[in-house]
């Protein structure tokens, strides 16, 4: 017969993770199973398994399979509280979002609302385009100011239909000091769950946070 020691089974048998998700921890479970019965069944009979060292390993034995239950279990709540994320913002669908993000231009006029930072003595806007390619660059004054961006590059022509992103440089005595995504308004077509979150997808295929959402109003 094959005897097997304490002292090799528990080289053998693995130990119980901290972490991780629950197919690690089911696997662990399963593994810890067959080892201690195959230590059972091929222990000396003349020598079995001391009492003490049995209830011990019982204990780890019940200690991981409640953590593969409460992995579980934080899994299913997880999802629940994803799930239910999404419902709560599932009525923006439809609907006009701001935030720091590229706008759709359709040949309309696309208005922003620009403030250089405190200290800034001149601003410029700079436009880029899908690619994040620049294609527009003009200069603003210091302070909050509204504009509607034409559509035209630096030249003056009028660019293609599609998605464009805004930043505005905050200047001062021509040094720039500091550089911001300018919001837009984007309708919001769909909203999916992703690894963050909930995210909105607006026209032209462009994706935020619904975190990044600083307002929110009825289609125009």
Do not use: C
């Not at 094959?2 to 998700?21: F, R």
């Not at 040949?107 to 620049?134: F, K, S, W, Y």
């Amino acid at each position: 017969m094959t005897l097997i020691s304490d002292a090799a089974t528990a080289n053998m048998m693995p130990a119980p993770t901290t972490g991780g998700t629950g197919t690690d921890s089911a696997s662990d479970f399963d593994m810890f199973l067959t080892m201690l019965t195959a230590q059972i069944r091929n222990q000396d009979p003349l020598e079995p398994m001391d009492s003490a060292d049995y209830a011990v390993q019982l204990a780890t034995f019940s200690g991981v399979e409640q953590q593969v239950k409460t992995n579980d279990a934080l899994a299913a709540l997880a999802a629940g509280m994803n799930a239910g994320g999404l419902s709560d913002i599932a009525g923006w669908v439809g609907r006009e979002a701001r935030a720091p993000m590229p706008a759709l231009f359709d040949g309309a006029p696309i208005p922003l609302e620009l403030e250089t930072q405190i200290g800034a003595d001149a601003g410029e806007l700079v436009v880029t385009d899908a690619t994040g390619r620049e294609v527009a660059r003009r200069a603003v004054p210091a302070g909050a100011q509204s504009l509607d961006w034409a559509g035209v590059d630096s030249d003056g022509y009028t660019l293609p239909d599609g998605a464009y992103g805004f930043e505005l440089v905050s200047l001062a005595e021509g040094e720039e000091i500091g550089r911001a995504v300018v919001e837009t308004y984007g309708r919001v077509r769909e909203v999916r769950l992703g690894e963050a979150g909930p995210m909105l997808v607006v026209e032209g295929g462009g994706e935020v946070a619904s975190g990044a959402v600083t307002a929110l109003r009825e289609a125009l």
